[in-house]
């Protein structure tokens, strides 16, 4: 059967149209992106709620994403949607606890607010981390695995999909800034979650319904919950170690905050992450599911299924018709270009604020405008320049690459926690927090990469397997826990910071937090979402 037709096609061409005229408004509407840097980086502080969720939510949710949700879901079940539940937590903690602060300080990125808080040296660290780790890692992952996805569906040239992809993307980026990019990812979340949508009923139906698909897996398919000593899911992990990394994610990262910082006031960025926290319920049931669906047909014999992160493109290609092939393709494309949109215009967001601007602090708001078209074009170039090299790298390294984060993020999360929380900590503590953090990380990721027999060095080669066998998420939390005991040691041994300096950049009570009634609403709705997350954590319970 053919896999891609032209009304699947014709499908795709529909979808381009519309993001590229979702982006024409998004920019239009905010006409001030053609002028100062507040309107092409944060579309004028002018979005609201509806907008910012879909584009908290878009952001994150990339095509490798997808598939990989789906394939871990067809190799172990409903396990991995533990993360995705988890960012129901730390939106609300974002939304409650982090944005009345960010929206205080009135700051354009998150390493302006550790040069608020403690010095211009963590601004710094901060920035280079970021931008070194978007290019490396969250660019060139998109991209390739969002290509292979596409010429594996429609059976386009490898070369000239991801090009097609990065000029498209680039362009409306580069143009519209934040506001173009926030719009059309308002439409891309829709696209997606109705491919996805489409998959899951169809799969459903073709295994007999829940039922069937309960009667089909092995139960433990089912159990959001594992052993201390699973090599992937620990239930220890989950708790410990995972909230430090999406609070980092969450709460820290340009790439996400940057959509809350949009927001016209309080009350819009505040319920925009909690209409973000909502929309992070829904991959368990449309994108992980849909991977155990892949496995189950695959064991009664109704698909062929190769590897598990083949789940997903193969469900695509044997089980929806054409048409539908190509609104799931479109979704795929949406996913896609949603990260890569995201990340050209938060990486250009720092490169001109926190480097451009610093060493050119005298810059008009015309020429910061101009410097962030050309950090996104400069991103685009890179990406090309990087494309011939992409598919001789191997998944692996990929997986390590993108290791690097959860390895570098701990002493992040540990300094914006404590640097909101504690008056006493000071920028001594957190340069030190942040620089040994990063040692200990950097460590373990390049003893993971060597993979080198250390037997032969007697207890110290022991002792360095040891370390390098601690599961990720085990070693998140303890890396953390080693960067608060820096940062509380190294402040205590040096001068308190100016408290009026960071009065305005710290948690108290009681916290402004917009308008009461709808604060109620808020609150109400954030009861409702812990109600949901609750019932799912006992329902999966397997």
Known sequence: MEAFSMLDGLVVALYLAAIALAAWYGAHRHREAE???????????????????????????????????????????????????????????????????YLKSGVFTMPEFLERRYSSGARWYL??????????????????????????????????????????????????????VAYSDFLQTVIFLAGSLAVTIIGLNKIGGWHGLYQTVEPGFFSLWKPANHPDFPWTGILLGAPILGMWYWCTDQFIVQRVLSGKNLENARRG????????????FLFVIPGIIAYALAKTGQIQLGAPDQALPTLVKTILPHGLRGLVAAGLLAA???????????????????????????????????????????????????????????????QYLQSVQAYISPPIAAVFLLGILHRRVNATGAMLALLLGFVLGASRLVLELIKTDLSGLGGLGTLLQWYTGINFLHFAFLLFVFSVAVLFLGSLATPAPDAAKIADLMFR??????????????????????????GIWLVFTG
Request: hydrophobic fraction near 60%; aromatic fraction near 12%.
């Open 127 to 180: 920035a280079i981390v970021s931008i070194i780790s978007y290019v490396l890692t969250k660019i060139s992952v998109t991209l390739t695995a969002g290509s292979i996805i596409i010429h594996t569906l429609t059976g386009w040239n490898f070369f000239w999909s991801s090009a097609a992809i990065l000029l498209f993307t680039g362009t409306y980026t580069a143009l519209g800034g934040l506001a173009a």
């Open 35 to 101: 002028q100062t840097a507040a309107g092409y980086f944060l579309a004028g502080r002018g979005i609201g709620w509806v907008v910012i969720g879909t584009a908290l939510f878009a952001t994150n949710i990339g095509s490798e994403h997808l598939v990989g949700l789906a394939g871990s879901g067809a190799k172990g079940g409903v396990a991995v949607a533990q993360f995705e539940l988890l960012a129901t937590l730390l939106l609300l903690l974002l939304g409650w606890l982090f944005v009345p602060l």
């Open 336 to 398: 896609l270009m949603s990260s890569l949109a995201g990340v050209f215009n938060s990486c250009a967001t720092l490169m001109t604020w926190d480097v451009y601007k610093r060493l050119r602090p005298d810059a008009s708001q015309a020429t910061l405008v101009w410097v962030g078209r050309a950090s996104t074009v400069l991103l685009v170039a890179l990406a090309f320049l990087w494309m011939p090299f992409m598919k001789g790298i191997s998944a692996q390294l990929y």
């Open 509 to 534: 009570r009681p916290l402004a937090l917009g308008k009461p009634a709808w604060v109620q609403q808020d609150i109400m709705l954030s009861i409702v979402l812990l109600g949901l997350l609750a």
């Open 273 to 284: 992450a909690i209409f973000g926290a909502y929309l992070k319920l829904l991959p368990l």
